[in-house]
């Protein structure tokens, strides 16, 4: 994307970026089996498919931000949550670091370097190994990469445990033994295990019950504060983005659409697809409407619309919607849409 998008993400002095993603991508690709092939030979014409779950994104998030990373299942928030902290390979574009280029990094660099990044992971009930103790989970990365000596492990988790507001007696049990809550503390202490200084946190709140949610958000937090952690929050829970996040980025297929400050984006939505969603989040003083869902379903990234990715349930769609890509703009200081009525 240009450098208009880039300097969305980053109001401020160049580089000041803590993080920083330019025109990123990721393909997925189901490479032909061997019927597919002999079936090409005999004139079957079967094509390679294409899942192209983030298109040319440019996002940047500052030092002790936390950005929402908004959008439905299957736009490719939690695609670019991975490829934000390195977990999946870039299929275009670059990663960069305080305004370093992270693929220029090898060996023992890089590795010091991801160290820096960390996930926190959706369900807490498939990312921890039942087979492996807390002690373990926790105290296995920070040995492994020589953060502590193997002799500081038990101290050393115990501290991590009651960072999170866990027992530290309770470390030689497995996670069946936890609740779900529990066992999402124990997710945030593996993580800040190897003292990161970024969290990409992918819905993690979503699978617990919402008094177990409100802890856990209250607990991050508080980890900011004590820490001086920077967020990547990814949800489909506009409330709770509206809660703990700084500023906003909606996705809509995988692409960007809208971004900006919380309160401005919540109290005035530009884009389309961000009215639609807003419009639905709960009020303290319901008033009296017609509920008006999204029309269609969210299109198959294996054959993404042309043009604007929303044109076909878009409900003030125009003829250059199907066409043409709606750039990213600036709309108003720090705000930024990808919409062709903007244009008039």
């Known amino acids: ?47 390679e498919e294409v899942v192209r779950a983030v298109d040319g994104v440019d996002l940047a998030i500052l030092p002790g931000e936390v950005v929402g ?9 939690s695609t670019l949550g991975r490829l934000a902290v390195g977990l999946l390979p870039l299929s275009g574009g670059e990663r960069y670091w305080r305004g370093a280029p992270l693929s220029h990094l090898t060996g023992d660099n890089a590795r010091r370097q991801q160290l820096k990044m960390q996930m926190i ?39 991590q445990l009651n960072r999170v507001g866990l027992d530290p007696t309770l470390m030689r049990r497995f996670p069946h033994q936890f609740s779900g809550g529990q066992r999402a503390r124990i997710g945030i ?6 003292k990161p200084e970024f969290l990409v946190c992918d819905e993690s709140v979503a699978a617990l019950d919402v008094s ?7 607990l991050f937090m508080d980890l900011k504060s004590a820490l001086n952690l920077t967020y990547l929050f990814i949800s489909h829970d506009l409330g709770v983005v509206e809660h703990i996040s700084d500023r906003v ?34 009020k303290v003083v319901p ?3 017609t509920f008006v869902p999204i029309k269609g379903e969210i299109p198959s990234p294996l054959d993404p619309p042309w043009g604007c990715h929303f044109h076909p349930r878009c409900p003030h769609v125009m003829p250059k919607c199907r066409e043409v890509v709606p750039a990213l703009r600036e709309i108003a200081p720090n705000r930024f849409s990808a919409c062709h009525l903007n244009e008039r």
């Open 1 to 47: 994307m240009s450098s208009i998008a880039r300097k969305t993400f980053s109001p401020g002095v160049a580089g000041a970026a803590l993080v920083e993603l330019r025109d990123v991508s990721k393909r997925f690709v189901k490479s032909l089996d061997t019927a597919a092939k002999i079936g090409n030979l005999l004139g079957a014409n079967v094509k």
């Open 287 to 289: 008033k009296k409407r």
């Open 69 to 77: 990373l908004v959008g439905e299942s299957g736009c490719g928030k």
């Open 249 to 282: 980025v909606i996705m809509y297929l995988g692409r960007v659409v809208e971004a900006g400050i919380t309160a401005a984006l919540f109290a005035a939505p530009n884009h389309p697809y961000t009215q639609a969603l807003l419009a639905e989040v709960g």
């Open 121 to 159: 992971f959706q369900d807490p009930y498939a990312s921890l190994n039942p087979r492996m103790r807390v002690v373990d989970i926790v105290g296995e990365a920070p040995i492994a990469h020589k953060v502590i000596g193997a002799k500081a492990k038990v101290e050393y988790v115990g501290l």
């Open 189 to 194: 202490a593996r993580a800040l295990a190897v």
């Open 212 to 218: 177990i949610q409100a802890q856990v958000l209250n």
